[in-house]
């Protein structure tokens, strides 16, 4: 899939997917895309992330892919050099953000207090992630700030549920939200796409 305009206007839902296994990591991909959700945040948590983002580039067509939890520069470079199509990171120094920027790729840097928030603005940047998003004021949080800031626009992440994720959606701030329920660490282990093929099609409908 080519960029968009916009990653926060692809799906309702981004899958945050940790991949511990890589041989699991091209068949999430389809379970995810034959679900409805065709793009994944692919988080570089583990030793296999690289490899794994590769192959999904390679072997799964129609799926933006992205790389998450980026926080150091040499990430970024090494996730583009990979073939990401976007990055997210969870939080967002001058540094880290150059680097970013650096790749000519789209992303996502972490913001949590207003400040942040305006530090990216000053950068030229709108679109942003929220995180940890409810244990930094959830919904309620972004609500309040998308009166002095309405200009920003956020994929809230972490801790949000199937339950959670409509309030966060309904807001004019949110582009979309990030879902590690999609992808549950049984379902994997178990080889079980079609539950996460599943769990996706509930998730899309939310959009």
Do not use: H
């Not at 580039?57 to 150091?72: D, F, K, N, S, Y």
């Not at 919904?139 to 992440?157: H, M, N, W």
């Not at 549920?161 to 979309?176: D, E, F, I, K, R």
């Amino acid at each position: 899939m080519s960029a968009p305009e916009s990653v926060l206007d692809v799906v309702p839902v981004m899958p945050v997917v940790v991949v511990d296994d890589l041989a699991a990591a091209v068949p999430i991909a389809r379970a995810l895309v034959a679900g409805g959700l065709p793009a994944i945040e692919l988080t570089l948590r583990t030793p296999v992330a690289l490899d794994a983002l590769r192959a999904i580039v390679a072997e799964v067509p129609g799926i933006l892919v992205g790389a998450g939890t980026i926080v150091t520069p040499q990430q970024a470079a090494d996730a583009a050099a990979a073939g990401a199509q976007f990055l997210v990171s969870p939080g967002a120094t001058p540094t880290l953000l150059s680097a970013m920027v650096d790749t000519g790729l789209p992303f996502l840097p972490g913001t949590a207090t207003v400040s942040e928030v305006l530090a990216v603005l000053e950068r030229g940047l709108t679109e942003m992630k929220f995180f940890p998003a409810e244990a930094s004021g959830g919904s309620a949080y972004l609500k309040a700030i998308a009166g002095p800031v309405p200009q920003a626009r956020f994929c809230p992440t972490g801790g949000i549920t199937p339950a959670s994720a409509p309030t966060y959606l309904a807001l004019p701030n949110v582009g979309c939200v990030g879902g590690s329920w999609l992808t549950p660490a049984d379902a994997v282990a178990a080889g079980d796409w079609a539950r996460i093929e599943a769990l996706a099609k509930e998730a899309a409908a939310l959009g």
